[in-house]
Protein backbone atom coordinates (compact mmCIF):
# COMPACT_ATOMS: atom_id res chain seq x y z
CA UNK A 1 0.00 0.00 0.00
CA UNK A 2 3.31 2.34 0.12
CA UNK A 3 4.57 4.34 2.95
CA UNK A 4 2.04 6.17 4.93
CA UNK A 5 4.70 9.04 5.14
CA UNK A 6 4.71 8.83 1.67
CA UNK A 7 1.58 8.92 0.63
CA UNK A 8 0.33 11.59 3.06
CA UNK A 9 3.13 14.10 1.12
CA UNK A 10 1.39 13.11 -2.11
CA UNK A 11 -1.97 14.25 -1.36
CA UNK A 12 -0.34 17.18 -0.07
CA UNK A 13 1.28 17.92 -3.68
CA UNK A 14 -2.16 16.64 -5.41
CA UNK A 15 -3.77 19.04 -3.42
CA UNK A 16 -1.16 22.13 -4.14
CA UNK A 17 -1.50 20.69 -7.57
CA UNK A 18 -5.16 20.98 -8.42
CA UNK A 19 -7.48 20.82 -5.42
CA UNK A 20 -10.41 18.34 -7.32
CA UNK A 21 -11.42 15.27 -8.02
CA UNK A 22 -8.08 14.07 -5.27
CA UNK A 23 -9.13 11.15 -3.82
CA UNK A 24 -9.68 9.73 -7.45
CA UNK A 25 -6.21 10.70 -8.81
CA UNK A 26 -4.61 9.47 -5.54
CA UNK A 27 -6.30 6.22 -5.87
CA UNK A 28 -4.94 6.12 -9.86
CA UNK A 29 -1.63 6.41 -8.85
CA UNK A 30 -1.02 4.28 -5.90
CA UNK A 31 -3.47 1.23 -6.98
CA UNK A 32 -5.73 1.70 -4.55
CA UNK A 33 -9.45 1.62 -3.64
CA UNK A 34 -11.09 5.43 -3.68
CA UNK A 35 -12.08 4.08 0.20
CA UNK A 36 -8.52 3.44 0.81
CA UNK A 37 -7.38 7.32 -0.25
CA UNK A 38 -10.16 8.61 1.33
CA UNK A 39 -9.22 6.86 4.58
CA UNK A 40 -5.29 8.77 4.31
CA UNK A 41 -6.89 12.42 3.19
CA UNK A 42 -9.35 11.67 6.22
CA UNK A 43 -6.44 11.10 8.19
CA UNK A 44 -5.01 14.60 7.13
CA UNK A 45 -7.94 16.56 7.73
CA UNK A 46 -8.35 14.99 11.44
CA UNK A 47 -4.85 16.29 11.98
CA UNK A 48 -5.80 19.82 10.68
CA UNK A 49 -3.07 19.94 7.81
CA UNK A 50 -5.82 20.09 5.03
CA UNK A 51 -9.01 21.95 4.66
CA UNK A 52 -12.01 20.28 3.10
CA UNK A 53 -15.21 22.27 1.06
CA UNK A 54 -18.29 20.72 -0.32
CA UNK A 55 -20.17 17.91 -0.66
CA UNK A 56 -18.00 14.20 -1.03
CA UNK A 57 -18.58 14.25 -4.85
CA UNK A 58 -17.57 17.55 -5.78
CA UNK A 59 -15.14 18.46 -2.34
CA UNK A 60 -12.45 21.12 -2.85
CA UNK A 61 -9.01 20.66 -0.70
CA UNK A 62 -6.68 23.19 0.38
CA UNK A 63 -3.71 23.13 2.12
CA UNK A 64 -4.31 24.46 5.41
CA UNK A 65 -2.11 27.34 7.07
CA UNK A 66 -0.15 25.80 10.25
CA UNK A 67 1.52 29.09 11.51
CA UNK A 68 1.77 32.91 9.82
CA UNK A 69 2.94 35.87 11.02
CA UNK A 70 3.72 39.46 9.42
CA UNK A 71 4.87 42.41 10.66
CA UNK A 72 5.56 46.29 9.28
CA UNK A 73 9.09 47.23 10.19
CA UNK A 74 10.50 50.92 10.06
CA UNK A 75 13.91 50.49 8.28
CA UNK A 76 15.80 53.58 10.07
CA UNK A 77 18.14 51.56 12.41
CA UNK A 78 16.62 48.21 11.61
CA UNK A 79 19.03 44.96 11.50
CA UNK A 80 17.89 42.30 8.91
CA UNK A 81 18.91 39.67 12.36
CA UNK A 82 16.35 41.60 14.22
CA UNK A 83 13.67 40.56 11.41
CA UNK A 84 14.73 36.37 11.27
CA UNK A 85 15.20 36.21 15.06
CA UNK A 86 11.80 37.45 16.30
CA UNK A 87 9.33 36.76 13.08
CA UNK A 88 10.58 34.55 11.08
CA UNK A 89 12.21 32.36 12.53
CA UNK A 90 10.01 30.80 15.30
CA UNK A 91 7.67 29.69 12.48
CA UNK A 92 10.24 27.22 11.12
CA UNK A 93 11.96 26.22 14.18
CA UNK A 94 11.02 23.00 13.66
CA UNK A 95 12.18 22.02 10.38
CA UNK A 96 15.16 20.61 9.29
CA UNK A 97 18.44 22.64 9.89
CA UNK A 98 19.22 22.94 5.64
CA UNK A 99 15.85 24.18 5.63
CA UNK A 100 16.00 26.55 8.52
CA UNK A 101 19.56 27.96 6.97
CA UNK A 102 18.22 28.72 3.20
CA UNK A 103 15.49 30.74 5.18
CA UNK A 104 17.95 32.49 7.62
CA UNK A 105 19.98 33.02 4.15
CA UNK A 106 17.06 34.59 2.36
CA UNK A 107 15.54 36.50 5.07
CA UNK A 108 18.24 38.41 5.74
CA UNK A 109 19.52 38.55 2.25
CA UNK A 110 16.43 40.59 1.17
CA UNK A 111 15.86 42.51 4.41
CA UNK A 112 19.33 44.10 3.95
CA UNK A 113 18.56 45.06 0.25
CA UNK A 114 16.05 46.86 1.93
CA UNK A 115 17.46 48.34 4.34
CA UNK A 116 20.53 49.50 2.03
CA UNK A 117 18.56 50.09 -1.71
CA UNK A 118 14.83 50.62 -1.67
CA UNK A 119 14.45 54.19 -0.20
CA UNK A 120 11.47 53.21 1.67
CA UNK A 121 10.56 53.96 5.30
CA UNK A 122 9.48 50.85 5.83
CA UNK A 123 9.48 46.96 5.13
CA UNK A 124 6.23 44.46 5.07
CA UNK A 125 7.45 40.90 5.66
CA UNK A 126 4.99 38.32 5.80
CA UNK A 127 5.47 34.44 6.51
CA UNK A 128 3.08 31.27 6.41
CA UNK A 129 3.58 27.74 6.24
CA UNK A 130 1.34 24.85 5.69
CA UNK A 131 2.49 21.15 5.75
CA UNK A 132 4.21 21.33 2.32
CA UNK A 133 5.70 24.17 2.02
CA UNK A 134 6.61 27.91 3.49
CA UNK A 135 6.36 31.43 1.99
CA UNK A 136 7.45 34.30 2.85
CA UNK A 137 6.70 37.77 1.04
CA UNK A 138 9.43 40.65 1.89
CA UNK A 139 7.47 44.26 0.30
CA UNK A 140 8.88 47.71 0.17
CA UNK A 141 7.26 50.71 -1.58
CA UNK A 142 11.40 52.35 -2.29
CA UNK A 143 11.61 53.34 -5.97
CA UNK A 144 11.72 49.94 -7.48
CA UNK A 145 14.52 47.67 -8.18
CA UNK A 146 14.06 47.21 -11.98
CA UNK A 147 13.86 50.93 -12.31
CA UNK A 148 16.84 51.73 -9.67
CA UNK A 149 19.38 49.01 -11.56
CA UNK A 150 18.02 50.62 -14.91
CA UNK A 151 19.02 54.43 -13.74
CA UNK A 152 22.43 53.15 -12.25
CA UNK A 153 23.49 50.95 -15.29
CA UNK A 154 22.26 53.68 -17.80
CA UNK A 155 20.25 50.72 -19.48
CA UNK A 156 17.29 51.23 -22.56
CA UNK A 157 15.05 49.81 -20.71
CA UNK A 158 14.33 48.19 -17.31
CA UNK A 159 13.77 44.77 -18.74
CA UNK A 160 17.57 44.38 -19.01
CA UNK A 161 17.59 44.71 -15.16
CA UNK A 162 16.66 41.17 -14.95
CA UNK A 163 18.90 40.24 -17.34
CA UNK A 164 21.70 41.64 -15.56
CA UNK A 165 20.25 40.17 -11.85
CA UNK A 166 20.11 36.80 -13.43
CA UNK A 167 23.47 37.07 -13.99
CA UNK A 168 25.03 37.51 -10.58
CA UNK A 169 27.66 40.09 -8.86
CA UNK A 170 25.61 43.16 -9.60
CA UNK A 171 25.18 45.77 -7.13
CA UNK A 172 24.79 49.78 -7.45
CA UNK A 173 26.45 49.65 -4.10
CA UNK A 174 29.91 47.92 -4.69
CA UNK A 175 31.66 49.20 -1.89
CA UNK A 176 29.65 47.77 0.82
CA UNK A 177 28.17 45.13 -1.12
CA UNK A 178 28.95 41.96 -3.89
CA UNK A 179 25.95 41.67 -5.75
CA UNK A 180 25.59 38.14 -5.14
CA UNK A 181 22.29 38.32 -2.09
CA UNK A 182 19.90 37.46 -4.93
CA UNK A 183 21.80 35.81 -7.24
CA UNK A 184 22.28 32.86 -4.64
CA UNK A 185 18.82 34.04 -2.95
CA UNK A 186 16.93 33.08 -5.53
CA UNK A 187 18.83 30.02 -5.94
CA UNK A 188 18.64 28.34 -2.69
CA UNK A 189 14.66 28.46 -2.91
CA UNK A 190 12.28 26.17 -4.80
CA UNK A 191 10.17 29.63 -6.16
CA UNK A 192 11.59 33.07 -6.04
CA UNK A 193 9.87 36.23 -7.39
CA UNK A 194 10.71 39.46 -7.63
CA UNK A 195 7.91 42.19 -8.78
CA UNK A 196 8.30 45.91 -9.30
CA UNK A 197 6.85 48.17 -11.49
CA UNK A 198 4.57 46.00 -14.28
CA UNK A 199 7.75 43.36 -14.84
CA UNK A 200 7.87 40.08 -12.54
CA UNK A 201 11.30 38.12 -12.87
CA UNK A 202 10.87 34.51 -11.66
CA UNK A 203 13.35 31.69 -10.58
CA UNK A 204 12.46 28.21 -9.91
CA UNK A 205 14.35 25.40 -8.55
CA UNK A 206 14.37 23.52 -11.99
CA UNK A 207 16.79 26.59 -12.81
CA UNK A 208 14.30 28.17 -14.91
CA UNK A 209 14.14 32.24 -15.26
CA UNK A 210 11.99 34.11 -17.25
CA UNK A 211 10.19 37.54 -17.33
CA UNK A 212 6.37 38.23 -17.24
CA UNK A 213 5.12 41.42 -17.82
CA UNK A 214 2.48 41.84 -14.72
CA UNK A 215 -0.39 44.28 -15.33
CA UNK A 216 -1.11 44.98 -11.62
CA UNK A 217 1.82 47.59 -11.29
CA UNK A 218 3.60 46.78 -8.04
CA UNK A 219 5.14 50.13 -6.27
CA UNK A 220 8.22 49.22 -4.66
CA UNK A 221 9.84 45.80 -5.00
CA UNK A 222 8.49 42.50 -3.77
CA UNK A 223 10.06 39.79 -2.96
CA UNK A 224 8.35 36.19 -2.80
CA UNK A 225 9.95 32.90 -1.74
CA UNK A 226 9.06 29.49 -1.54
CA UNK A 227 10.73 26.51 0.04
CA UNK A 228 9.16 22.67 0.60
CA UNK A 229 9.60 22.05 3.89
CA UNK A 230 11.37 19.22 3.66
CA UNK A 231 13.73 20.39 1.05
CA UNK A 232 17.49 18.68 0.73
CA UNK A 233 19.17 21.83 -1.06
CA UNK A 234 21.57 23.52 1.41
CA UNK A 235 22.98 26.76 1.01
CA UNK A 236 26.90 25.60 0.93
CA UNK A 237 25.94 23.47 -2.16
CA UNK A 238 24.62 25.88 -4.08
CA UNK A 239 27.24 28.07 -3.30
CA UNK A 240 29.60 25.41 -4.90
CA UNK A 241 27.48 25.13 -8.01
CA UNK A 242 28.80 28.24 -9.42
CA UNK A 243 32.46 28.28 -7.62
CA UNK A 244 35.66 27.13 -9.16
CA UNK A 245 37.21 24.54 -7.94
CA UNK A 246 40.25 25.57 -7.76
CA UNK A 247 39.22 28.90 -5.64
CA UNK A 248 35.53 28.33 -4.18
CA UNK A 249 35.31 31.95 -5.41
CA UNK A 250 31.95 33.33 -7.31
CA UNK A 251 33.43 32.88 -10.89
CA UNK A 252 30.62 31.00 -12.90
CA UNK A 253 27.29 31.81 -13.97
CA UNK A 254 24.24 30.59 -16.24
CA UNK A 255 22.48 32.52 -18.04
CA UNK A 256 18.83 32.26 -19.29
CA UNK A 257 19.58 33.59 -22.96
CA UNK A 258 15.61 34.67 -23.54
CA UNK A 259 16.22 37.25 -21.07
CA UNK A 260 17.44 39.29 -23.74
CA UNK A 261 14.84 38.13 -26.48
CA UNK A 262 11.92 40.58 -25.39
CA UNK A 263 8.60 39.77 -26.75
CA UNK A 264 8.41 39.34 -30.77
CA UNK A 265 11.75 39.94 -30.96
CA UNK A 266 14.92 37.84 -32.70
CA UNK A 267 18.33 37.67 -31.09
CA UNK A 268 19.94 38.75 -34.73
CA UNK A 269 21.87 42.05 -33.83
CA UNK A 270 25.68 42.70 -32.42
CA UNK A 271 24.00 45.04 -29.94
CA UNK A 272 21.56 42.67 -28.68
CA UNK A 273 25.04 40.15 -27.95
CA UNK A 274 26.63 43.12 -26.35
CA UNK A 275 23.99 43.34 -24.07
CA UNK A 276 23.98 40.02 -23.00
CA UNK A 277 27.70 39.62 -22.54
CA UNK A 278 27.57 43.21 -20.58
CA UNK A 279 30.10 42.13 -17.21
CA UNK A 280 30.83 37.98 -18.70
CA UNK A 281 34.26 39.33 -17.81
CA UNK A 282 33.34 38.84 -13.77
CA UNK A 283 33.29 35.50 -14.26
CA UNK A 284 35.61 32.59 -15.34
CA UNK A 285 32.74 30.48 -16.50
CA UNK A 286 29.53 31.58 -18.22
CA UNK A 287 27.38 29.13 -19.20
CA UNK A 288 24.71 30.03 -21.62
CA UNK A 289 21.01 28.39 -21.65
CA UNK A 290 19.27 28.69 -24.75
CA UNK A 291 15.81 27.03 -23.53
CA UNK A 292 13.07 28.81 -24.99
CA UNK A 293 15.29 30.83 -27.84
CA UNK A 294 14.40 29.70 -30.96
CA UNK A 295 17.27 30.76 -33.31
CA UNK A 296 19.91 33.51 -33.65
CA UNK A 297 21.38 35.52 -36.20
CA UNK A 298 24.91 35.41 -37.64
CA UNK A 299 25.53 39.05 -36.37
CA UNK A 300 24.80 38.00 -32.99
CA UNK A 301 26.50 34.87 -32.42
CA UNK A 302 29.47 35.85 -34.18
CA UNK A 303 29.85 39.33 -31.60
CA UNK A 304 29.26 36.46 -28.75
CA UNK A 305 31.45 33.46 -29.80
CA UNK A 306 33.90 34.74 -31.71
CA UNK A 307 34.68 38.71 -31.06
CA UNK A 308 33.71 38.20 -27.18
CA UNK A 309 35.74 35.38 -26.66
CA UNK A 310 38.93 36.31 -28.68
CA UNK A 311 38.85 39.82 -26.47
CA UNK A 312 37.69 37.72 -23.68
CA UNK A 313 40.31 34.32 -23.39
CA UNK A 314 40.23 33.88 -20.01
CA UNK A 315 36.40 33.54 -19.97
CA UNK A 316 34.80 30.37 -20.80
CA UNK A 317 31.45 30.30 -22.76
CA UNK A 318 29.32 27.05 -23.00
CA UNK A 319 26.46 26.49 -24.19
CA UNK A 320 23.34 24.03 -22.89
CA UNK A 321 19.58 23.13 -24.19
CA UNK A 322 20.66 24.97 -27.74
CA UNK A 323 18.46 23.61 -30.53
CA UNK A 324 20.06 22.43 -33.95
CA UNK A 325 19.68 26.00 -35.82
CA UNK A 326 20.98 27.57 -32.97
CA UNK A 327 24.03 25.03 -32.46
CA UNK A 328 24.84 25.54 -36.05
CA UNK A 329 25.20 29.48 -35.84
CA UNK A 330 27.42 28.75 -32.74
CA UNK A 331 29.20 25.85 -34.27
CA UNK A 332 29.72 28.57 -37.75
CA UNK A 333 30.98 31.24 -35.09
CA UNK A 334 33.32 29.37 -33.02
CA UNK A 335 34.50 27.90 -36.25
CA UNK A 336 36.00 31.43 -37.60
CA UNK A 337 37.23 32.12 -33.84
CA UNK A 338 39.72 28.94 -34.43
CA UNK A 339 41.37 29.72 -37.75
Wanted: a neutral charge.
Amino acid sequence: MGDKKMISRRILTLIAENSKDVAKRLAGEFGFSRQTANTHIKALLENGLIIAEGNTRARIYSLATTNEQSKLYQLSGLEEDRVWLELTAPVVKDLPENVRDIWRYGITEMVNNAIDHSGSPFVFVHITRNALYTDCWVMDEGEGIFLKIQKELGLYDPREAILELAKGKLTTDPKNHTGEGIFFTSRVFDQFSIFSGKLRFVHTNSQIDFLIEDPSDKQGTHVFMRLFNDSDRTVQKVFNEFAAPEDYTFSKTVVPVRLAQYEGEKLVSRSQAKRLYQRFERFRYVVLDFEGVLEIGQAFADELFRVFSTEHPNVELTSINANKMVTQMIDRATSKRER
